[in-house]
């Protein structure tokens, strides 16, 4: 027996470590799989100070919109405000109980208004991006959830609707326009021009640069009746050298699109919390290649919804207010 012993001792030593990591239930063929998201890296201190606070920043701009063929003057205000969104209907938790369905979100509210003529245009835009308070809810979700779109002129309105499904974007829309009545598409993941702008506010260090696909604005393409699709881009991010937009320290991110005729440059403060100053975007209007451009005129920090007494209009005006 002990020769025995000797002779086998590396395959008797083998065995047993086998045996007992079975024992464990350790081995490759029983362990269970792990269900639970990757750990995602903390945010700073700083950043949860600042967006979860209770609050949403409000920020005003003077506008100078293209369209048929001109310019026209109107005002924008970007909203930017996190909340938990519903990740199985993609819509706002607003009880207890769909908690555990839902994850942190950046939203922004981008609103454009402006006159052609005789006429109002009001454009809204609502994007949702998933990210960290802390936890790890969002890990399982990387890409932004959800972008919404609606134009009202007096001619009539649409609405355009895009949604992350099944690894993929589901495009759907109305319009009175008669081409444009019924919208249901996909369009493979890429980035979402939408989502730029939660992306500045997260991370600018990681915005895309170089050549890659991009799917464009739901706004310019509504204006221009275009459908959404993957476009060749060009990105860049550079110090910003111009005098227009305020501030220091700023930083110029430009989008360029290869087959669209189309740039967009956003402006922002390079120091947390990265408040976007303005943009500029250049395309075709009619006969004219024509440039809509946005400054920053006012930035306030509220909690909005609960502002909306007559009393409050106050604040309406503090924040609409032209320099």
């Not at 607003?94 to 006159?115: C, G, H, M, Q, W």
């Not at 959830?145 to 609405?159: A, N």
């Not at 221009?224 to 320290?249: A, C, Q």
């Amino acid at each position: 027996m002990k020769q025995f012993v000797t002779k086998n001792f590396l395959l008797i030593i083998l065995l047993l470590s086998v045996a007992f990591a079975f024992a464990m239930k350790a081995t490759v063929f029983q362990k269970e799989p792990d269900s639970k998201p990757k750990p995602i890296k903390v945010v700073p201190a700083d950043f949860n100070a600042y967006w979860f606070s209770g609050k949403a920043e409000l920020n005003s701009y003077t506008l100078e919109q293209a369209h048929y063929g001109s310019m026209y003057p109107g005002e924008a205000v970007l909203i930017f405000v996190t909340e938990n969104f519903r990740t199985d209907t993609q819509v706002k938790s607003e009880s207890p109980a769909s908690y555990d369905k839902s994850v942190p979100v950046l939203k922004t509210n981008i609103v454009r208004k402006f006159a052609t003529g005789i006429y109002d245009y009001s454009l809204f835009t609502s994007v949702f991006t998933p990210v960290s308070d802390g936890d790890n809810r969002a890990a399982a979700f990387p890409n932004t959830l959800k972008v919404s779109t609606s134009v009202q002129d007096w001619c009539g309105h649409s609405y355009q609707q895009i949604n992350y499904r099944d690894a993929a974007y589901q495009v759907s829309g109305k319009s009175y326009f008669e081409n444009e009545v019924d919208a249901q598409y996909t369009v493979p993941k890429v980035m979402l021009e939408d989502e730029i702008w939660n992306r500045i506010r997260i991370s600018p260090d990681q915005l895309p640069t170089g050549e890659f696909q991009l799917i464009s604005g739901t706004m310019a393409a509504r204006l221009r009746h275009k459908p959404l699709e993957p476009l060749s881009v060009r990105g860049t991010l550079d110090n910003y050298k111009g005098i227009l937009f305020p501030g220091t320290s700023l930083k110029a991110y430009t989008l360029e699109y290869h087959t669209d005729d189309r740039t967009l440059v956003i402006v922002f403060e390079n120091r947390f919390p990265h408040k976007i100053v303005g943009w500029r975007e250049t395309y075709k209007s009619r006969n004219a290649i024509l440039t809509s451009t946005a400054v920053l005129t006012k930035t306030l920090q509220t909690d909005y919804w609960n502002q909306n007494a007559p009393a409050d209009s106050t604040l309406r005006l503090q924040l609409l207010l032209k320099p």
